[in-house]
């Protein structure tokens, strides 16, 4: 089905019309303060089926379930350590989804056919105003098609869903610019299957913390994953995207040899008045990083990039979500100097 996909506002008025569509089983693209989603009732087969496919993305990716407040949280999940409790009062709501055993009313295609489900309560104001005004649990992917870069403003998700939904909520920038950190729990051990602003240090404060190897590996074909965004390709410009993992001199003189038609940088901040060819910097600190990735690379597309050579991020703290998130976007094409 084609739609006349309208631009709306945070007025009450527009998230009141954003609400409605919700109930009525349609999706709509929402801000939150990690990366826009593409938002439906998350209890409604039929609305998320409807996810899947204004994504173009294949049904073996769990969603991310988003409620309003923290007293919402055992309606839609059981079985709750007491360890979710204390990370939940810490970190919500923020960027940080905990995966738990799912309750019956949560259907197979939002879990993907597994018995649990990663819920998240954002701290975005309109995110949860719009939760608060539909009355629904929403689950809300990332609103770019799939395996394109994650939108991190309106204007991405209209150029990528305009025609495709019916809504987009204008909320401004993101201002982290990197999904949720995403989290397990086994035997009182947190199992960090997704990095993001909530970094691993920050977790370990809380119990000891396990690295699920597909932060830094790709998933087998055919794999099941308990995370969003852990497939081999994923945020990927049409450019091919080639990591360069060095420091400043060895990365500046690698890509000062390699100019060429469509080819660019991917620098820091501070390696740019060096750069010899065309470049797009992005950041210097794993905040900036984070926040502007995508940004970058959706730019790159913009100008008809067709190779880039991107600086690696520190693989500490944000940077490991950063990283993470590079790797996805350049195949694992990873160039040590």
């Known amino acids: 089905m084609a739609y006349k996909t309208k631009l709306l506002s945070v007025s009450d008025k527009d998230i009141g019309y954003a609400a409605k569509l919700l109930a009525e089983g349609e999706v709509v693209g929402i801000p939150t303060e990690t990366v826009y989603g593409l938002a439906a009732?998350?209890?409604?087969?039929?609305?998320?089926?409807?996810?899947?496919?204004?994504?173009?993305?294949?049904?073996?990716?769990?969603?991310i379930v988003h409620l309003a407040d923290v007293s919402q949280l055992e309606e839609y999940v059981c079985n709750i350590p007491e360890i979710a409790y204390k990370l939940a009062e810490r970190f919500w709501p923020g960027p940080l989804t905990m995966v738990l055993p799912k309750r019956d009313r949560i259907p197979d295609v939002t879990s993907a056919g597994l018995d649990t489900v990663g819920i998240r309560i954002p701290y975005h104001e309109a995110a949860r105003r719009l939760i608060k005004a539909s009355g629904k649990a929403l689950a809300a992917p990332s609103a770019n098609l799939s395996g394109s870069p994650s939108p991190t403003s309106a204007l991405h998700v209209m150029n990528d869903m305009n025609?495709?939904?019916?809504?987009?909520?204008?909320?401004?920038?993101?201002?982290?610019g990197v999904?949720?950190?995403?989290?397990?729990?086994?035997?009182?051990?947190?199992?960090?299957?997704?990095p993001g602003f909530i970094s691993a240090e920050e977790l370990s404060e809380f119990g000891e913390v396990i690295c699920d190897r597909h932060i830094t590996e790709a998933a087998a074909e055919g794999e099941q994953v308990r995370s969003p965004g852990m497939k081999y390709k994923h945020y990927s410009p049409k450019a091919n995207v080639t990591i360069i993992d060095g420091g400043r001199e060895a990365y500046l003189d690698y890509v000062n040899s390699r100019g060429g038609e469509g080819v660019y940088a991917m620098p820091f901040d501070s390696d740019r008045e060096y750069c010899k060819i065309p470049?797009?910097?992005?950041?210097?600190?794993?905040?900036?990083?984070?926040?502007?990735?995508?940004?970058?690379?959706?730019?790159?597309?913009?100008?008809?990039?067709?190779?880039?050579?991107?600086?690696?991020?520190?693989?500490?703290?944000?940077?490991?979500a950063v990283y993470n998130r590079l790797l996805r976007a350049a195949g694992f094409e990873i160039i040590k100097l």
């Open 41 to 63: 009732d998350a209890e409604n087969a039929g609305a998320v089926k409807k996810i899947f496919e204004a994504k173009g993305r294949p049904q073996d990716n769990p969603l």
């Open 163 to 176: 025609g495709r939904i019916p809504a987009v909520v204008d909320g401004g920038c993101c201002p982290v």
């Open 179 to 194: 999904e949720s950190t995403v989290i397990s729990f086994e035997n009182g051990k947190i199992r960090l299957l997704r």
């Open 279 to 320: 470049c797009i910097a992005y950041g210097d600190t794993s905040e900036e990083q984070a926040a502007r990735l995508f940004a970058a690379l959706r730019e790159f597309d913009d100008i008809g990039a067709k190779q880039v050579y991107a600086r690696c991020p520190s693989q500490n703290g944000v940077g490991l």
